[in-house]
Structures are given as structure tokens and as C-alpha cells.
């Protein structure tokens, strides 16, 4: 099993910045690929980032690319989402996931990922 637990969301205003934060544990978790998710009410969950678990790939939505940066700190099993310029779109409960090995499968899809965290909530205000 891998556990996963995420913080950092919060309230900001239109052009704001947060910082997501998901740590990762378990006896299966071994460097896993990680993804981070959003829905948004009445909204299909989308896949919005993802990071190889060697760090040298990774993925993005179309929509955020330039705003939003995912990256890892291996040795304290933790990935980051920096989140700049947010917009009121970006509203959503955001989730960490993992999928079962190093590689990134298919990191936009909800199905390819196995394991789930709770989920933070970020509000961004107009």
C-alpha cells in the first residue's frame, strides 16, 4: 500500500500563489510516478501535473502549462505543485495519486493512478 497526504491549499485572490505539498509513504511505495488531479464541483476529475519518479520527465495539462510547476524531493518522498497566477478556473478540490511503478503511464488519466490521497482544497477569489 502507499500512502499519501497532501496540504497547502487554501484562499487566495486572482494572481495568487500556493504551494501543494503531498507526501508519500508505505511498504509499496518505492519512488512511485506521482500525478496531482483536480475537480472542480460538477466536473470530471482532470489530471493537471505528473512527475517520472527519476524527475526527468514530466507532464502537464495544456491550460496550466507555465503557471503551475511539479517537482520532488526523493529522499523526503515528498512532490511539490507551485501554483502562480491562479484564476478562479483553478478552484477545486486537488488530489495527490500514485501509480504502481517509476514510469509514468498514460499521467493525464484517472484510471492509470491506484493509489489516492484525500484531497486539499484551493479557492481562488475574483
Known amino acids: 500500500q502507499v500512502q499519501l497526504v497532501e496540504s497547502g491549499g487554501g484562499s487566495v485572490q486572482t494572481g495568487g500563489s500556493l504551494r501543494l505539498v503531498c507526501v508519500a509513504s508505505g511498504s509499496s511505495y518505492s519512488r512511485n510516478c506521482i500525478g496531482w488531479f483536480r475537480q472542480a464541483p460538477g466536473k470530471e476529475r482532470e489530471g493537471v501535473a505528473a512527475?517520472?519518479?527519476?524527475?526527468?520527465?514530466?507532464y502537464y495539462l495544456h491550460s496550466v502549462e507555465g503557471r503551475l510547476t511539479i517537482s520532488q524531493d526523493n529522499a523526503k518522498a515528498t512532490v511539490y505543485l507551485q501554483m502562480n497566477s491562479l484564476k478562479p478556473d483553478d478552484t477545486a478540490i486537488y488530489y495527490c495519486?500514485?501509480?504502481?511503478?517509476?514510469?509514468?503511464?498514460?499521467?493525464?488519466?484517472?484510471?492509470?493512478?491506484?493509489?489516492w490521497g484525500q484531497g486539499t482544497q484551493v479557492t481562488v477569489s475574483s
Open positions: 512527475i517520472w519518479s527519476n524527475g526527468h520527465a514530466t
Open positions: 495519486a500514485a501509480q504502481e511503478g517509476e514510469w509514468c503511464h498514460d499521467p493525464g488519466r484517472r484510471s492509470a493512478y491506484t493509489y
